[in-house]
């Protein structure tokens, strides 16, 4: 049974910062390119970050560069995001997600499982 489980998120003020987790399980994790998305409400669900199966690659959707940084660790099954200086846009659900692919891109259908999300509140 594949599991992907976030964790980390929270209520930070504008220009704080937070760490998100997602542990893997029931998958070969290193042969699985990982992914952030985002929901806020109202909205559709929109890519964040994407890094291929050995972090040779990252990629970031524009509204998040050079804020936040995604990384991943195989010997532990898990993916990160780092979020720096939030801002109330980035309010939302964040969900993580992983493709068979060596890389999975901004599109959320290249996608085979997903977490259940957490959410992120960023106050002004």
């Known amino acids: 049974q594949v599991q992907l489980v976030e964790s980390g998120g929270g209520l930070v003020q504008a220009g704080g910062s937070l760490r998100l987790s997602c542990a893997a399980s029931?998958?070969?994790?290193?042969?699985?390119?990982m992914g952030w998305f985002r929901q806020a409400p109202g909205k559709e669900r929109e890519f964040v970050a994407a890094i291929t199966w050995r972090s040779e690659s990252t990629y970031y959707a524009d509204s998040v560069k050079g804020r936040f940084a995604i990384s991943r660790d195989n010997a532990k099954s898990a993916v990160y995001l780092q979020m720096n200086s939030l801002k109330p846009e980035d309010t939302a659900v964040y969900y993580c997600a992983a493709g068979r692919q060596y890389y999975s891109g901004r599109n959320s259908q290249n996608y085979n499982y997903w977490g259940q999300g957490t959410q992120v509140t960023v106050s002004s």
């Open positions: 029931g998958i070969a994790f290193s042969n699985y390119a």
